[in-house]
């Protein structure tokens, strides 16, 4: 049996790159809403209830970046360039929050508001820096003879403008989402109300910027069944509709679940993540199987035969255990965050 090695090492890091996505999502989203919180002891709470979880959180950034690095170098070669400045402010901006994670708590107590400023503000430059990330990768890159041959501020248009915010509202529901899972009394009923603001404003972004995308790569559109005047082909579009329908549902999980008081406080969660897995599976519909947008395919950017075998083995053994212990530690800490919690 011939084992399409690229392939496997392509759907690895689509599952990182999603992991990441869902898990650091909600605390980013934590981050961004920490100045509207109704006081700093709630802010307390909200840093507690991702004490356990937000740095084994990023651990799939590391394994989505690192592994881009060695089963695709073309790719990687191609990417970093075409997006440095926006990589470099997201690492600049979990940097931020990270230490002031830390210095918040542990540091003199005149530096407090400096480091919960700190926190919101690492948490917006590095959601923001992804969204542009995202947005300038899917808005296409300029490659000539396999190499970048673009600018250093391609990525800087309205469209990734556009999905930089719909990120912003995106984690922002799920930290809301979470706070409705972890919290109680007053805190869950402020991650309520913002469970229902971030789901509207996502449902706004979301369709903006799916419509956006078809007159931008005509290739998405022929893809979705979309053609000119958007005359729908529904023998192609048919099969794809539920995820579209995957994306409104989850939406609607995620708003009923924070209007009704009698729903299951994990359903703005759990919507929240279907919109961004319905997302994410339209653009795998999209560009697959390139993974640098109609320039280069996982085949054209993979790295050797030998190269991929080895360090499918080491991914073979690294990412079971990852997996078992991020599972563990959210067992661990399960159930609510109490107003008398925090992080030491």
Do not use: C
């Not at 440095?84 to 002031?100: C, D, K, N, S, T």
């Amino acid at each position: 049996m011939i084992v399409d090695l690229p392939l496997i090492w392509a759907g690895l890091l689509a599952l990182a790159v999603l992991l990441y996505v869902v898990l650091d999502g909600f605390d980013l989203g934590i981050g961004l809403l920490f100045p509207f919180a109704g006081s700093d002891k709630d802010r307390d709470v909200m840093m507690a209830s991702i004490a356990p979880v937000w740095d084994g959180n990023e651990t799939w950034l590391v394994f989505g970046g690192a592994g881009l690095m060695v089963a695709f170098p073309a790719a990687y070669a191609v990417l970093m360039p075409a997006l440095y400045l926006p990589v470099m402010f997201m690492l600049a901006g979990l940097i931020l929050r990270g230490v002031a994670f830390e210095f918040r708590l542990h540091g003199r107590a005149r530096g407090r508001p400096f480091w919960t400023w700190a926190f919101s503000v690492g948490s917006l430059i590095a959601t923001l820096a992804q969204g542009f990330v995202l947005g300038g990768f899917i808005q296409g890159i300029k490659v000539t003879g396999g190499q970048f041959s673009g600018g250093p501020l391609d990525w800087a248009t309205p469209y990734s403008v556009a999905v930089a915010l719909g990120l912003v509202a995106g984690y922002a529901l799920l930290g809301a989402g979470w706070l409705m899972l972890k919290t109680e009394d007053d805190l869950h009923g402020l991650g309520r109300l913002w469970v229902m603001r971030a789901a509207g404003a996502v449902g706004v972004i979301l369709a903006l910027v799916s419509v956006a995308t078809l007159f931008l790569h005509p290739e998405v559109a022929i893809r979705w069944g979309i053609g000119a005047g958007f005359n729908i082909d529904f023998a192609r579009f048919g099969p794809l509709m539920p995820i579209p329908l995957m994306g409104l549902v989850g939406l609607l999980m995620a708003f009923g679940g924070a209007r009704s008081p009698d729903a299951h406080p994990q359903a703005p969660l759990i919507g929240g993540m279907l919109a961004f897995l319905s997302g994410y599976l339209g653009l795998a519909i999209g560009f697959i199987p390139y993974v640098v947008p109609y320039a280069l395919t996982y085949e054209e950017a993979a790295s050797t035969p030998g190269a991929l075998k080895i360090t499918l083995w080491a991914a073979g053994i690294l990412l079971p255990l990852t997996l078992a212990y991020s599972a563990w530690v959210y067992w661990v800490f399960r159930g609510k965050v109490g107003p008398d919690a925090g992080y030491h």
